[in-house]
């Protein structure tokens, strides 16, 4: 590895609200992002503790039915799309530029455009909410974020989701095409692609599923629009069209979705593991390998999302035995991270211990996946909390906790300053406690029969929700430590070295700490 | 950046942009794939129209018999009363039978439905054959009309032996918005 080449600014460039208005820095790009991600957390985050404070009791004590299942839908969508989506493009805005020692993203004028464009397709997204006169009789959409027809086409204002739905693509897919330009045009010398840090790799991969899927998506909902407003019935059975196809094509984007999610995830802990265990990572290239086939299974399994609609045997068997493929590449990736740790001089600093209970957790939500792979059991578990309960641990606990972690990891390099430890771990045991207090439950109560997405439910599951309540007001209150956190270590704290941590591996840590300005104008060597 | 990184990065971004175009046209695409890829491979649950002279033609398998159940249901966006005039019948394979559905308009204005329907197993759709079928256009009733409706079958003799019973299952919705002038 070269030394670093940190270099003064040349140009001086714009301060205040232009510098973030104007800027085409991958760094101050990835800082928007993530601010951004991190409001639309609390904000998804909020209408998530409204549903768990109508499910705190049986009866309906707050809000009104429509409400409530405005505010599932539009919890669902500003999670994935506003959230998690977005912290990882900010992650790897960040990262991959100083990972693979380029000097900024490929193109970074597109890159200011991809982000601005977020905050407008947000606003659209819950515009409808402020309209209907009274708060509680709002507007926004109230058909889940599966948005299934024909339910969805009879929604009055599916024009505004319609058009954020399609912003919010178009921001991914330029976000996705500069990632994939800047992976594969911008590496220094000698980074060949199979010595690219698992970030990076994972980044290509989903980069890759982001412009195979979300045209589709942009597809699915335009075929919305038009069945809506313009007389087509590509999804309405009166006019000879066909609602389990729509199905069938939201689900061919939403498998890879689901992916997108969690594969830059497993990137960032393959880079803390090794790290804290100080050990090299075990199985590299299968991992990326392995990586690969989660990619490409990704597109063969969607209809097990559907088992229900009435697929013949012969479909719902490929579908069962297609899914249960991917626990077998998921598996190499949880037994190379344990392989990693075994016999590691581990040390359990914030980041190692989020990345812990990453692979513990996501695990057990790979699990109760293997579950509801299973189509004959599927019959029972379908739309029940054992669902809710699946995918909440694989994003929660997955795909969250490892950008929480990859937050405490590359926070030092970001701000200059070390955090503060001591409430690191405060938020470290109080999130991973309550995370699953909440979601354990749901478990319990989906296997007893508890539907999804009702404002109400029958007496016997009232225990357990009101533990999932508890839980969840928990696990969003301890999330203001990590706000007062992040915020104490960008104004000062104990200076960190330019290494951070105990020899960890990767271009970024041969720059100063803060990272400059511009990082790597004259591209490092790499051996 | 030099100008050969700028030269790939537009080769990239066209490759790029081209996969996006490629893969919206693919999203709607979809819809008729769908259609031809389940038919091709007998999985779509569809049931296939025949002219009554191949009906005719099938020589009735005697040995078996086959109940066959019809269900109905109305949308709640068309005021109907719609119900199958015998609730099932036991029909040898190969044999052509005939069934009727009874619908009536309950509101004072002429409205048009349109039938969907749904065979239950889904394996037993692709031996279901229809030579005649209230489900295969527009049905327009009056104000109060009532109409008897036909639907001739016959079952494939070369269904699986597995199968003693068939659902069929018709659901009308609402098409004035579709309505053929």
Known sequence: MSEAVAHDHHHAHPTGLKRWLFTTNHKDIGTLYLWFSFTMFIVGGIMALVIRAELFEPGMQIVKPNFFNMMTTLHGLIMVF??????????????????????????????????????????????????GGNFMDGQ?????????????????????????????????????????????????????????????????????????VMPVLAGAVTMLLTDRYFGTSFFIAAGGGDPVLFQHVFWFFGHPEVYIMILP????????????????????????????????????????????????????LFFTYATMLIAVPTGVKVFN???????????????????????????????????????????QYHDSYFVVAHFHYVLVPGALFAIIAGVYYWLPKWTGN????????????????????????????????MPRRYADYQLQFAEFNMMSSIGGFVFGLSQLIFLYL???CIRGGKKATDQVWDNPEGLEWTVPSPAPYHTFETPPAVK | MDAEQRKANSRTVKKAVVVVIGMFAFGFALIPLYNVICEKLGINGQTEQVSKAVAAKVKPDLQRSITVKFYSHVNSGLNWEFEPAVDQVSVHPGKLTRVEYIATNRTGAETVGRATFRISPPEAARFFKKSECFCFTQQKLKGGQRRRMPLVFYIDPKISKRIDSIILSYSFQNAAQYAKK
């Open chain 1, 486 to 488: 992040v915020i104490k």
């Open chain 1, 337 to 379: 991270w344990v392989a990693t740790m075994w016999r590691g001089a581990m040390t359990f600093e914030t980041p190692m211990l989020f990345a812990i209970a990453f692979v513990v957790l996501f695990t057990f939500g790979g699990f109760t996946g293997l579950m509801l792979s299973i189509s004959t059991a599927d019959f």
């Open chain 1, 265 to 316: 995830a497993f990137g960032i802990v393959s880079h803390i593991i090794p790290t804290f265990a100080r050990k090299k990572l075990f199985g590299y290239s299968s991992m990326v390998y392995a990586t690969a086939s989660i990619a490409f299974l990704s597109f063969i399994v969607w209809a097990h999302h559907m088992y229900t609609v009435g697929m013949p045997k012969a479909g719902i």
């Open chain 1, 82 to 131: 506003g959230a998690i989506m977005p912290a990882f493009v900010g992650l790897a805005n960040w990262l991959i530029p100083m990972m693979i020692g380029a000097p900024d993203m490929a193109l970074p004028r597109m890159n200011n455009w991809s982000f601005w464009i977020l905050p407008f397709a947000a606003t659209l997204l819950v515009a409808p909410m402020f309209m």
């Open chain 1, 140 to 212: 926004g959409p109230a058909f889940g974020w599966t948005f299934y027809a024909p339910l969805s086409t009879n929604y009055q204002n599916l024009g505004f989701f319609v058009f954020a739905v399609h912003l919010l693509g178009i921001s991914s897919i330029m976000g996705s095409i500069n990632i994939i330009a800047t992976i594969l045009n911008m590496r220094a010398p000698g980074m060949t692609l199979m010595k690219m840090p698992l970030f990076v790799w994972t980044w290509l991969i989903t980069a890759f599923l982001l412009i195979a």
């Open chain 1, 418 to 449: 070390m955090y503060s430890e001591t409430l690191g771990k405060w938020h470290f045991w109080l999130s991973a406690i309550s995370v699953n207090l909440t979601f354990f439950p749901m478990h319990f109560v989906g296997l007893a029969g």
